[in-house]
Structures are given as C-alpha cells and as structure tokens.
C-alpha cells in the first residue's frame, strides 16, 4: 500500500513556487522544497513522480500567476505599450518567476514560435487587430517586433543589470510601437529594413 500523501499536490507546487520566487527554478529540488514545508523531500516523491513532472507545475503556475499580472492589458490602448508595461514591471517584482517564465522554453526555437507561446500573445494580437485596423499578420507582426524592446528591457531589470523610469519606458516602448507602425503603414518590405545588410 502507496504511503499516505502527508501534503497535497497543490501545497507542494506552492511551496515549489515560493522556493523558485525566493531563489530561482534551479533551487526547486525535493530537499528544498521539503525544507519550505517544515518536513523531509519525501512528500514531494509521494506527490510526485519525479522532480520534472514538479517543475512543469511550477512553471504552469508561474506562467498563470504573470498571465493574470498583465491581462488587464487589453483594456489600454495601444494594448501593446500597456503589456510592455506590465512585462517589465512583473520582471522588476519577480525576477526569478520572470526567467522561469521565459527560460523553461526550447532554446532552439525559434523566434516566432517562443513568441507565440508567451501568456496571452494571441489574445493580444486580436486586440492590436481590433485597436489598429490591421490584419493577423501586420498585428502579429507589430507584436513581434515590439516584443523585443519589451523582452530586452525585461531581461536588464530582471538581471539586475540596470532599471528604468517610467518616462524612460514611456519614450522606448513608444518609439518602438511607433517606429514599427510607421514601417508597416508603409506597406514596403523594404521600409522594415532603415539600414540593409551589405558585405
């Protein structure tokens, strides 16, 4: 007979969380985790069938708790500049819980894909498609090229590296949202391109 479960599944991928919150994902073992409860690892192993099967709920649930901190999104316009906003200010709050966020990813996908799997990226674009007038492509095209302006300063703050004003902010998300509306409203392929690649 399998040994009583001394704590739910839900308490350990809370605990886990608070673990990868305080330290970072790479902190999440058994031990430590067992350690935030006051008991032994051996909970974890009575929940769980291995430590991977853990961190996917401790990243599911990180990438739930940064969905619901940036979904108010969609009710600012352009939706887009807001969502920079609230990325930046997640990854300013939680730095660890961000990286996990964005680091449990394949890393050798590509950009497009890594892009669509972030919490609410279509959902996102539907609404850039609904603020702007524009089709899929040009919504997720603006999306995509905004995201790394966004994505770049994120990673600054989240590392420590450096931080921001919110003027500062206003003025880069700003030229980068505009700068790229501007691009695709040109409707040229050659306009995303202000200084071609030449050997």
């Known amino acids: 007979m399998p040994p009583k479960a001394k704590f739910t599944r839900e308490e350990i991928i809370a605990a886990a969380l608070e673990v990868a919150r305080e330290k970072g994902i790479k902190a999440v073992t058994a031990r430590e985790v067992g350690r935030y409860l006051g008991t032994s690892s051996s909970p974890v192993f009575v929940a769980f069938g291995s430590m ?5 709920c401790v990243h599911k649930a ?3 708790e940064y969905s619901n901190y940036i979904a108010d999104s969609v009710n ?9 906003f609230r990325m930046i200010e997640y990854a300013r709050q939680q730095p660890n819980l961000f990286l996990s966020v964005c680091i449990m990813n394949d890393p050798e996908q590509d950009y ?3 892009t669509m799997n972030m919490p609410k990226a279509d ?8 603020q702007t007038g524009y089709d899929y492509e040009k919504a997720k ?6 995201l790394l302006t966004g994505l770049g300063i994120a990673f600054l703050v989240s590392s420590k590296m450096c931080d921001f004003s919110d003027e500062d902010l206003n003025i880069y998300l700003g030229m980068a949202y505009q700068g790229t509306v501007l691009a695709i409203n040109n409707l040229q392929k050659e306009a995303y391109t202000v ?5």
């Open 123 to 130: 959902f996102c674009i539907q609404t850039i498609m609904k």
């Open 112 to 114: 497009e894909t890594m």
């Open 141 to 146: 095209l603006l999306f995509k090229q905004v």
């Open 62 to 64: 990180a990438v739930e």
């Open 76 to 84: 600012y316009t352009p939706v887009f500049k807001q969502f920079g």
């Open 52 to 56: 991977e099967e853990l961190i996917s």
């Open 195 to 199: 200084f071609p690649h030449k050997k």
